[in-house]
Protein backbone atom coordinates (compact mmCIF):
# COMPACT_ATOMS: atom_id res chain seq x y z
CA UNK A 1 0.00 0.00 0.00
CA UNK A 2 1.18 3.60 -0.80
CA UNK A 3 2.35 5.06 2.21
CA UNK A 4 1.81 8.86 1.10
CA UNK A 5 -1.69 10.97 0.84
CA UNK A 6 -2.09 13.48 -1.56
CA UNK A 7 -4.99 15.74 -2.71
CA UNK A 8 -7.12 13.77 -5.56
CA UNK A 9 -6.60 17.53 -7.98
CA UNK A 10 -5.53 20.98 -7.96
CA UNK A 11 -5.47 24.13 -10.14
CA UNK A 12 -3.21 26.32 -10.90
CA UNK A 13 -2.69 29.14 -13.33
CA UNK A 14 0.29 29.71 -16.13
CA UNK A 15 3.00 31.75 -14.78
CA UNK A 16 1.90 30.80 -11.06
CA UNK A 17 3.66 28.36 -8.95
CA UNK A 18 1.98 25.17 -8.36
CA UNK A 19 2.18 24.27 -4.57
CA UNK A 20 1.58 20.14 -5.01
CA UNK A 21 1.61 18.92 -1.08
CA UNK A 22 2.27 15.56 -0.04
CA UNK A 23 1.50 13.35 4.15
CA UNK A 24 3.83 11.14 4.70
CA UNK A 25 3.76 10.59 8.36
CA UNK A 26 5.15 6.94 8.93
CA UNK A 27 7.78 7.76 7.01
CA UNK A 28 10.75 6.17 8.15
CA UNK A 29 14.45 7.24 8.80
CA UNK A 30 16.29 5.86 5.88
CA UNK A 31 13.06 6.80 3.27
CA UNK A 32 13.69 9.08 0.53
CA UNK A 33 10.39 10.80 -0.83
CA UNK A 34 10.82 10.57 -4.89
CA UNK A 35 8.53 12.58 -6.93
CA UNK A 36 7.57 11.60 -10.29
CA UNK A 37 4.84 12.81 -12.63
CA UNK A 38 3.16 11.33 -15.87
CA UNK A 39 1.59 13.16 -18.66
CA UNK A 40 -1.28 11.88 -19.98
CA UNK A 41 -0.58 8.58 -22.28
CA UNK A 42 2.83 8.80 -21.54
CA UNK A 43 5.18 7.12 -18.99
CA UNK A 44 6.11 8.61 -15.54
CA UNK A 45 8.74 11.14 -15.47
CA UNK A 46 11.40 11.40 -12.48
CA UNK A 47 11.08 15.23 -10.78
CA UNK A 48 13.11 15.08 -7.83
CA UNK A 49 13.87 13.25 -4.57
CA UNK A 50 15.22 14.09 -1.29
CA UNK A 51 16.26 12.53 2.30
CA UNK A 52 15.54 15.38 4.56
CA UNK A 53 16.98 18.59 3.10
CA UNK A 54 15.19 20.68 0.93
CA UNK A 55 16.53 20.10 -2.62
CA UNK A 56 16.31 22.23 -6.12
CA UNK A 57 16.70 21.10 -9.63
CA UNK A 58 16.05 22.41 -12.99
CA UNK A 59 12.45 21.51 -12.94
CA UNK A 60 11.17 21.99 -9.20
CA UNK A 61 11.89 22.56 -5.62
CA UNK A 62 10.98 19.91 -2.73
CA UNK A 63 10.03 21.08 0.61
CA UNK A 64 10.60 18.73 3.62
CA UNK A 65 9.17 19.66 6.91
CA UNK A 66 11.80 19.26 9.76
CA UNK A 67 9.60 15.93 11.36
CA UNK A 68 9.73 14.41 7.82
CA UNK A 69 6.09 14.12 8.10
CA UNK A 70 5.27 16.12 5.18
CA UNK A 71 6.52 17.57 1.77
CA UNK A 72 5.65 20.08 -0.93
CA UNK A 73 6.69 20.35 -4.38
CA UNK A 74 6.94 23.11 -5.48
CA UNK A 75 6.82 24.42 -10.03
CA UNK A 76 7.89 27.88 -9.60
CA UNK A 77 6.38 29.02 -12.91
CA UNK A 78 3.85 26.54 -13.80
CA UNK A 79 3.33 26.28 -17.70
CA UNK A 80 0.25 24.14 -19.79
CA UNK A 81 2.80 21.84 -20.22
CA UNK A 82 3.10 20.95 -16.65
CA UNK A 83 -0.54 19.77 -16.52
CA UNK A 84 0.00 15.79 -15.24
CA UNK A 85 -0.63 13.51 -12.18
CA UNK A 86 2.41 13.91 -9.86
CA UNK A 87 2.81 11.36 -7.73
CA UNK A 88 4.98 11.48 -4.50
CA UNK A 89 6.22 8.35 -3.36
CA UNK A 90 8.28 6.95 0.10
CA UNK A 91 10.65 4.59 -0.28
CA UNK A 92 14.50 3.17 0.73
CA UNK A 93 15.20 2.74 -2.60
CA UNK A 94 13.93 3.17 -6.19
CA UNK A 95 13.77 -0.65 -6.54
CA UNK A 96 10.28 -1.03 -5.97
CA UNK A 97 8.98 2.30 -5.82
CA UNK A 98 4.83 2.30 -5.31
CA UNK A 99 2.75 4.59 -6.41
CA UNK A 100 -0.19 6.08 -5.08
CA UNK A 101 -3.18 7.61 -6.28
CA UNK A 102 -1.15 10.80 -7.07
CA UNK A 103 -2.68 14.49 -7.60
CA UNK A 104 -3.99 15.45 -10.92
CA UNK A 105 -2.52 19.12 -11.79
CA UNK A 106 -4.38 20.77 -13.95
CA UNK A 107 -3.10 24.24 -15.40
CA UNK A 108 -5.25 26.63 -17.04
CA UNK A 109 -4.78 29.82 -18.97
CA UNK B 1 20.87 9.63 -24.80
CA UNK B 2 18.48 8.75 -21.63
CA UNK B 3 15.60 7.43 -23.71
CA UNK B 4 13.88 4.12 -23.25
CA UNK B 5 11.72 2.77 -26.12
CA UNK B 6 9.01 0.42 -26.40
CA UNK B 7 7.42 -1.88 -28.69
CA UNK B 8 5.11 -1.61 -30.20
CA UNK B 9 3.52 1.42 -29.31
CA UNK B 10 -0.06 -0.90 -30.09
CA UNK B 11 -1.32 -4.34 -29.21
CA UNK B 12 -4.12 -6.29 -30.03
CA UNK B 13 -4.42 -10.00 -29.11
CA UNK B 14 -7.04 -12.29 -28.46
CA UNK B 15 -6.58 -14.86 -25.81
CA UNK B 16 -5.26 -17.74 -27.23
CA UNK B 17 -2.50 -15.39 -28.97
CA UNK B 18 1.74 -15.52 -27.64
CA UNK B 19 2.73 -11.97 -28.62
CA UNK B 20 5.75 -10.08 -26.76
CA UNK B 21 6.73 -6.45 -25.72
CA UNK B 22 9.92 -5.15 -25.97
CA UNK B 23 12.30 -2.73 -23.95
CA UNK B 24 15.42 -1.31 -24.94
CA UNK B 25 17.68 1.10 -23.67
CA UNK B 26 21.81 2.40 -24.49
CA UNK B 27 22.30 4.49 -21.19
CA UNK B 28 24.31 1.38 -20.03
CA UNK B 29 21.47 1.39 -17.36
CA UNK B 30 21.62 -2.18 -15.58
CA UNK B 31 18.00 -2.68 -14.10
CA UNK B 32 15.16 -3.01 -15.68
CA UNK B 33 11.77 -3.31 -14.69
CA UNK B 34 8.61 -3.83 -16.32
CA UNK B 35 5.50 -1.90 -14.50
CA UNK B 36 1.77 -2.42 -14.98
CA UNK B 37 -0.82 0.07 -15.53
CA UNK B 38 -4.77 -0.36 -15.52
CA UNK B 39 -6.95 3.19 -16.91
CA UNK B 40 -6.73 5.92 -14.44
CA UNK B 41 -4.59 4.07 -11.43
CA UNK B 42 -1.19 4.27 -11.16
CA UNK B 43 1.71 2.15 -12.24
CA UNK B 44 2.08 -1.00 -10.19
CA UNK B 45 5.03 -2.98 -10.58
CA UNK B 46 5.68 -6.27 -11.83
CA UNK B 47 9.55 -7.27 -12.25
CA UNK B 48 12.86 -6.23 -11.73
CA UNK B 49 16.17 -6.85 -13.36
CA UNK B 50 19.05 -6.32 -11.89
CA UNK B 51 22.40 -7.43 -14.63
CA UNK B 52 20.34 -9.41 -16.05
CA UNK B 53 18.90 -11.75 -13.35
CA UNK B 54 15.39 -11.64 -11.89
CA UNK B 55 15.62 -9.96 -8.77
CA UNK B 56 11.67 -8.97 -7.87
CA UNK B 57 8.88 -10.99 -9.07
CA UNK B 58 5.72 -9.07 -7.30
CA UNK B 59 3.72 -12.12 -7.75
CA UNK B 60 2.85 -11.76 -11.27
CA UNK B 61 0.89 -14.63 -13.01
CA UNK B 62 2.93 -17.28 -15.32
CA UNK B 63 0.86 -15.84 -18.37
CA UNK B 64 3.33 -13.34 -18.05
CA UNK B 65 7.04 -14.44 -18.91
CA UNK B 66 9.62 -11.55 -19.08
CA UNK B 67 13.21 -11.85 -20.14
CA UNK B 68 16.60 -10.27 -19.76
CA UNK B 69 18.58 -11.31 -23.29
CA UNK B 70 21.26 -8.72 -22.07
CA UNK B 71 21.69 -5.55 -20.70
CA UNK B 72 20.36 -3.29 -23.21
CA UNK B 73 17.34 -5.70 -23.55
CA UNK B 74 13.97 -6.52 -21.87
CA UNK B 75 11.33 -8.53 -23.43
CA UNK B 76 7.72 -9.58 -21.84
CA UNK B 77 6.43 -12.87 -23.10
CA UNK B 78 2.26 -12.97 -23.35
CA UNK B 79 0.43 -15.98 -23.30
CA UNK B 80 -3.59 -16.95 -22.87
CA UNK B 81 -3.99 -13.48 -21.55
CA UNK B 82 -7.56 -12.70 -20.23
CA UNK B 83 -9.55 -9.11 -21.36
CA UNK B 84 -8.86 -7.76 -17.58
CA UNK B 85 -5.09 -7.90 -19.11
CA UNK B 86 -5.49 -5.41 -21.13
CA UNK B 87 -3.12 -1.94 -19.98
CA UNK B 88 -0.31 0.51 -20.34
CA UNK B 89 2.91 -1.98 -19.77
CA UNK B 90 5.68 0.37 -18.96
CA UNK B 91 9.22 -0.69 -18.95
CA UNK B 92 11.66 1.56 -16.68
CA UNK B 93 15.35 1.52 -16.25
CA UNK B 94 18.11 2.60 -14.08
CA UNK B 95 21.68 2.66 -13.76
CA UNK B 96 21.66 -0.11 -10.79
CA UNK B 97 18.70 -1.21 -8.41
CA UNK B 98 18.91 1.14 -5.39
CA UNK B 99 18.73 5.21 -5.27
CA UNK B 100 19.38 5.74 -8.99
CA UNK B 101 16.18 7.12 -11.13
CA UNK B 102 14.34 5.10 -13.26
CA UNK B 103 13.71 6.19 -16.61
CA UNK B 104 10.30 5.30 -18.19
CA UNK B 105 9.48 4.79 -21.88
CA UNK B 106 6.44 5.71 -23.01
CA UNK B 107 4.27 1.85 -22.66
CA UNK B 108 3.00 -0.48 -24.64
CA UNK B 109 -1.14 -0.37 -24.92
CA UNK B 110 -2.60 -4.10 -24.65
CA UNK B 111 -6.10 -5.04 -25.83
CA UNK B 112 -6.94 -8.69 -24.91
CA UNK B 113 -9.84 -9.38 -26.77
Known amino acids: DAKTTQPTSMDCAEGRAANLPCNHS???????VYWYRQIHSQGPQYIIHGLKNNETNEMASLIITEDRKSSTLILPHATLRDTAVYYC??????????FGTGTRLQVFP | DTEVTQTPKHLVMGMTNKKSLKCEQHMGHRAMYWYKQKAKKPPELMFV???????INESVPSRFSPECPNSSLLNLHLHALQPEDSALYLC????????????FGPGTRLTVL
Open chain 1, 26 to 32: TISGNEY
Open chain 2, 49 to 55: YSYEKLS
Open chain 1, 89 to 98: IVSPTTDKLI
Open chain 2, 92 to 103: ASSLRTGRDTQY
